[in-house]
């Protein structure tokens, strides 16, 4: 139910208007947390491939529980579960069940609602994050309430922004656009695009979708080397979450950001 209201409120767009700052806001909620799910959700929880503080992993842990895909627990899990069986009966957004069902169906199944907890043994030892696991709606709650907030606190300044207007360009346009997004990942990304790799899977590199999800359009490549950090492996595959990365890593947020070895690289050149 909340998700259908979640996709119903994106008409209220009708009624709220459009102001230039609301459409501001709304991009920057999109990257900010299309960024968390891709560095950190992704790249950190689900494989490991880099290492942070608890703290900066505790802060975009909440930025990615706030694109509303779950906690981060349920989130890696289910990765990690995907990675294993990919595209067979026991993956979780299998393709050959069809695209519905791997891009909605099965976020959607109360089976798949239940977090197991073995798969991420090492993610369950933080007690920060399995509460956010446990309470996952909370952040996306907040969130919603802080953009309100924001734009009934603008409202005297300026008088095209509102409280609703914001709730609705800040949170709920860009968090249903980021969802598909990254259901795009598992249902497109798996049906369109191009094998650089003979992967044992069908996973496909998509450089539109790569553009809209932070670098995940880069599927195949990331299914040939899961533990790399970077998934744009050549200098022409745009990867903007690899490129947030050695930001942080730079001012020093995160360290050992795991690369493609040279034979990986060597071998996707020679498919191409």
């Not at 975009?60 to 989130?75: D, E, I, K, N, S």
């Not at 696991?133 to 996306?140: I, K, T, Y």
């Not at 949170?171 to 191009?194: E, K, Q």
Request: hydrophobic share 50%; glycine share 6%.
């Amino acid at each position: 139910m909340p998700f259908i209201v979640l996709h119903l409120a994106c008409f209220a767009v009708i009624w709220v208007g459009v102001s230039a700052f609301a459409v501001g806001v709304a991009a920057a909620s999109y990257l900010v947390r299309a960024f968390a799910v891709s560095a950190f959700y992704h790249r950190a929880f689900s494989h490991r491939a880099f290492k942070t503080g608890r703290a900066t992993q505790f802060a975009f842990a909440v930025l990615g529980a706030a694109a509303t895909q779950r906690g981060p627990l349920w989130w890696a899990a289910q990765h990690r579960l995907h990675h294993q069986h990919a595209d067979t009966d026991a993956d979780p957004h299998s393709s050959p069940r069809g695209f519905w069902w791997s891009h909605l169906g099965w976020f959607l199944t109360r089976a798949r609602f239940r977090t197991p907890l073995h798969r991420v043994k090492d993610l369950a030892r933080f007690p920060e994050l399995r509460w956010l696991n446990r309470f996952d709606l909370v952040v996306p709650v907040g969130y919603a309430a802080a953009m309100y907030a924001l734009g009934a606190a603008l409202e005297p300044l300026h008088p095209t922004t509102n409280g609703w207007q914001m709730l609705v360009w800040g949170y709920v346009i860009p968090t249903v656009a980021l969802m598909h997004a990254t259901f795009f990942v598992n249902s497109l990304s798996h049906r369109i695009g191009h094998r650089r790799f003979p992967t044992a899977d069908r996973s496909r590199n998509n450089a539109a979708l790569a553009l809209a999800t932070m670098g995940e359009g880069w599927h195949n490549n990331h299914h040939r080397h899961a533990a790399s950090a970077r998934l744009g492996f050549y200098w022409w595959q745009l990867d903007l979450g690899y490129l947030g990365l050695r930001l942080l890593e730079k001012i020093g947020l995160v360290q050992e950001l795991k690369t493609p070895p040279d034979a990986v690289l060597r071998e996707g050149r020679s498919c191409a």
